[in-house]
């Protein structure tokens, strides 16, 4: 198995942990990072089906697949969310107006004898 990518630095003054970095990063997001999730989301949906993994460490295995993929996506919103300095969001929302009620049929008249139908023929 091969891992192919560009592994070079873009910028020349960038230190050696940067370049690290990112190809760790390029590992567990590419091929091989993909193909170990889908092992072990498969390896740990059979030992639940055997009964012998719980149910909710099953949920948190696909959770942390789901982080480890989303991870960018996280990382870019939540700086910038850091970055944003607006004021309140204000916001405007149409309302459209509310139908006119339903009316119901007044229900049937209740049989006020307890034991009508029961057993006696009418």
């Not at 498969?42 to 696909?62: E, K, S, T, W, Y």
């Not at 405007?92 to 209740?110: G, M």
Request: contains cysteine.
């Amino acid at each position: 198995m091969t891992f192919a990518g560009n592994y070079s630095a873009t910028n020349v003054n960038a230190g050696a942990l940067a370049v690290a970095s990112n190809w760790v990063a390029g590992l567990l997001t590419g091929t091989a990072g993909t193909t170990f999730a889908i092992l072990a989301v498969a390896g740990i949906g059979l030992a639940m089906l055997q009964g012998r993994v719980a149910v909710c460490d099953g949920f948190r295995v696909v959770a942390g697949c789901f982080i480890l993929f989303g991870a960018p996506a996280i990382a870019r919103e939540l700086l910038g969310l850091a970055s944003w300095n607006a004021g309140p969001a204000v916001f405007e929302v149409e309302v459209a107006p509310s139908p006119p009620p339903i009316s119901l049929p007044s229900p049937p008249q209740r049989n006020r004898d307890p034991y009508a139908g029961a057993s006696v023929p009418q």
